[in-house]
């Protein structure tokens, strides 16, 4: 356990009251460019208001919360595995977002997922999420027939 | 009785062989899933919606229905094995689960928590049947203006009132909220928090929240700190058949557990923890093998786990009846409901009888498959759970990828599916309530529609709100339920009572 009993201010704490913030700030400018149609609808203002200004309370909750040492203690973090995992999501993004298709990105993700579990056989794992990815194709596209982005690899079943 | 002709006519939808075939593939794919570490009931019906996109309502429904118990049985086999509890209702199966199967006495361990589940969930279902046509007349009786009330209440009790912290809680409640109002506002056709996305103007699909919450980020998070803590599975040694002691310690607290399980889980007070504590609690004060308590006793496996399944059936009470999801699974399966376009609550009874009784006619049918399926096919659920971690993962996020994209074939929906995964992670390392967000996504909108109808008929007159008995008596208890966790330190306390 990293932090003490004794209370001490909490830095991530207070980040994420900042961010709860910034979300709250966003909601109220997204709603100021809202136009009020019905008299008698109490319109789509509303809520976004309700919202906007719950967050901000809470932000000041959490601000608090940070203050006084109430966020639960945490374990030390392990970047690498995040970053493998998260690499290999864009990968699969940026491939189906440019026609490649989603056999080679989830193979590829696959590949970084099992990687980030500490698995040392990146080329036998990409094999194994290729073959995934064809059967998944075969389940989903073809006996269920949906739709699945289609790249140079797809088009050959 | 009207409740049980009711029954019969969805027994003889439910038997139909397509829709008991749909049963016995919904039980089979959620318990195998449900099994998997780390993957609860919600994820597990998150990441088998995409495969009834095609059915018709009724097959795909009664699919659900066998999905959901299935997942909820699984879950259990899971924590009582590798003391992972992939939600927190298991966590009081865990404790005394598996130091049995420590012990050596996994087998009577998943037997009991098996036939502890079927019993917990009959009775419980049954309730159901029973308590559906009176809330239902009720109800009918309700204006949008009692309905937003209650769904006030709903919205404190799933976050605020019984969580470890109501800040946290809440804060989780308006994430949730913050993104119920992304798209296109029906009533005015303008569009909010969209930013010119078109994929945003369609709202957020609640499976895409779902399964980034639970599935990416329990994946970024368990890999975070893989290097501190590592699963160990228990073999199942020994008979897996109880004793004639073991039922003897077995039948009571499977009806104390229900009786805990079922009312607090069709309150709309949300959460199944609650009950399976109160059980456990329950068990190790009446037992009379105290000494075998923090050994593996059999009551602290059989009280929890029905304490669970009757509270997993009591939420489908306000989720059919009033169309009012109380927990992260009810959500789903509200999800589920709405992609055929239909709508829970009391016109769904009149509408669709055939529908909803044949969903709950199917319950009855995926516990009684539940339990004759379960304790054979131990061996192969148990190889399921040897599936090293690695592939595990990297499997759970390629079908959590698959089924986003086959929902909506846009790179847009995996952006959020990811950024999704990133919000599931950061929260569990900060230990904020996660069912609070996709309850908040899904009923927000709910609420603001009914409370802009319960304006529009009262000409914008906010007193209507307050001169509705039902609707000022709601909104009463949820202002008590709001403030009281600030006043009363540790009301969620009484779940920590393990020691």
Redesign the interface.
């Known amino acids: 356990m990293s932090t003490s009993s004794q209370r001490r201010i909490d830095v991530a704490g207070l980040v994420i009251a900042l961010l709860l913030l910034v979300l709250a700030g966003v909601v109220w400018w997204d709603m100021t460019k809202l136009q009020i149609l019905s008299p008698y609808d109490l319109g789509p203002k509303v809520m976004p208001i309700v919202v906007s200004a719950g967050l901000t309370l809470l932000a000041i909750g959490n601000v608090i919360g940070a203050l006084r040492g109430d966020l639960p203690a945490r374990d030390s973090l392990d970047w690498k595995p995040i970053f493998l995992i998260l690499g290999g999501l864009a990968s699969l993004i940026l491939l189906i977002a440019f026609g490649g298709g989603f056999m080679i990105g989830t193979a590829i993700l696959f590949a970084t997922t099992s990687a980030a579990f500490g698995r040392r056989a990146f080329l036998t794992d990409l094999l194994i999420g290729a073959v995934i990815a064809v059967l998944i194709y075969l389940l989903f596209g073809k006996l269920l027939t949906l739709s699945l982005p289609a790249g140079p690899l797809e088009n050959l079943f | 009785m009207e409740a049980f002709t009711s029954l019969a006519s969805g027994l003889a939808v439910a038997i139909q062989p397509m829709n008991l075939l749909f049963a016995l593939i919904g039980v089979l794919l959620g318990t195998a899933v449900g099994v998997l570490p780390g993957i609860g009931p919600a994820l597990t019906v998150a990441l088998l919606l995409?495969?009834t996109?095609?059915l018709d309502p009724a097959g795909s429904i009664i699919m659900f229905a066998g999905i959901y118990y299935g997942g909820m049985y699984g879950g259990s086999t899971t924590a009582i094995l590798i003391n992972t509890p992939g939600e927190s209702a298991s966590m009081a199966t865990a404790l005394e689960g598996n130091l049995m199967a420590k012990a050596g006495r996994g087998g009577p361990a998943l037997a009991t928590s098996a036939i502890g589940s079927f019993v917990a969930g009959t009775i419980a279902t049954l309730g159901l049947t029973l308590l559906a046509p009176y809330l239902v007349e009720i109800a009918v009786s309700f204006g949008p203006e009692d309905y937003f009330a209650l769904m006030c209440v709903a919205f404190v009790t799933v976050s605020a009132t019984f969580g470890d912290?109501p800040?946290?809680g809440?804060?989780s409640l308006?994430?949730g909220?913050?993104l119920g109002?992304v798209g296109i506002?029906l009533?005015?056709g303008?569009s909010?928090?969209s930013f010119g996305v078109p994929e945003l103007y369609d709202n957020i699909e609640v499976t895409t929240l779902a399964v980034g919450l639970f599935a990416?980020g329990e994946?970024?998070y368990?890999?975070?700190?893989?290097?501190?803590?590592e699963e160990k599975l228990e073999a199942v040694r020994g008979s897996l058949w109880m004793t004639k002691e073991d039922w003897k310690r077995s039948w009571k607290p499977w009806l104390r557990g229900t009786a805990f399980g079922f009312p607090i889980g069709a309150l709309p007070a949300g959460g199944a923890e609650i009950p399976t504590f109160l059980s456990y609690a329950t068990e190790k004060r009446l037992t009379k093998h105290p000494e075998d308590f923090g050994k593996g006793a059999i009551e602290g496996v059989a009280g929890p786990e029905a304490a669970n399944n009757a509270s997993a059936a009591g939420t489908l009470v306000p989720l059919l009846t009033l169309g009012l999801p109380t927990s992260a699974t009810a959500a789903m399966l509200l999800a589920g409901f709405q992609q055929y376009g239909l709508n829970p609550g009391p016109l769904l009874f009149a509408e669709q009888p055939n529908l909803v009784w044949g969903l709950i006619a199917s319950l009855f049918i995926a516990n009684g498959m539940l339990l004759v399926l379960n304790l054979p096919l131990v061996g192969l659920w148990v190889k399921l759970l040897t599936i090293?971690?690695?592939?595990l993962?990297?499997?759970i996020?390629?079908?959590a990828?698959?089924g986003t994209?086959?929902a909506n074939?846009s790179?847009v929906e995996?952006?959020m599916?990811?950024v999704f995964?990133?919000l599931g992670?950061?929260m569990r390392?900060?230990?904020f309530p996660i069912a609070p967000v996709v309850v908040g996504l899904i009923l927000?909108p709910i609420a603001?529609s009914q409370?802009?109808r319960a304006?529009?008929i009262s000409?914008?007159d906010p007193m209507v709100l307050l001169q509705s008995p039902i609707s000022a008596t709601l909104l009463a208890i949820a202002l008590i339920a709001l403030l009281l966790p600030f006043f009363l330190k540790g009301l969620g306390r009484f779940k920590a009572v393990e020691d």
């Open positions: 995409p495969i996109f095609k912290s800040v946290r809440l804060t308006f994430i909220l913050l109002l506002d009533l005015s303008q909010r928090l990416v994946a970024l368990v890999a975070s700190r893989r290097h501190i803590h090293p971690q690695p592939w993962y990297a499997g996020l390629v079908f990828t698959m994209i086959a074939p790179p995996l952006i599916l990811t995964g990133v992670f950061v390392r900060f230990d927000g603001e409370l802009r304006l529009s000409l914008g």
